[in-house]
Nanobody, 122 residues
């Protein structure tokens, strides 16, 4: 079993940046593909980005492509999401996920963190 804890959320103005972190305990992250999802109020949880276990392959939702960057440091058992040029529509709770394969649907991921709030003001 792996436990995931997100951090780095907060309030930022439109055009600003934040870096989210997801730290793992209980098992090494190098065994898993890692992803970020988000859920805005009244909306379903949606895929944001994912990275392969080695870090060699990354995938992004069209809405964040070119603005967000996912990366991982297996030595630190941590995954990051660098978010630049933030927009008010990026406001959501951001969740970290770990899984055996990369997918864009919630059911394809095995382990989830508790989420961190990101609020972008206009």
């Amino acid at each position: 079993q792996v436990q995931l804890v997100e951090s780095g959320g907060g309030l930022v103005q439109a055009g600003g940046s934040l870096r989210l972190s997801c730290a793992a305990s209980g098992r090494t992250l190098s065994s898993y593909a890692m992803g970020w999802f988000r859920q805005a109020p009244g909306k379903e949880r949606e895929f944001v980005a994912a990275v392969s276990w080695s870090g060699g392959f990354t995938y992004y939702a069209d809405s964040v492509k070119g603005r967000f960057t996912i990366s991982r440091d297996n030595a630190k058992n941590t995954v990051y999401l660098q978010m630049n040029s933030l927009k008010p529509e990026d406001t959501a709770v951001y969740y970290c996920a770990a899984g055996n394969t990369i997918g864009r649907t919630i059911s394809e991921w095995r382990h989830w963190g508790q989420g961190t709030q990101v609020t972008v003001s206009s």
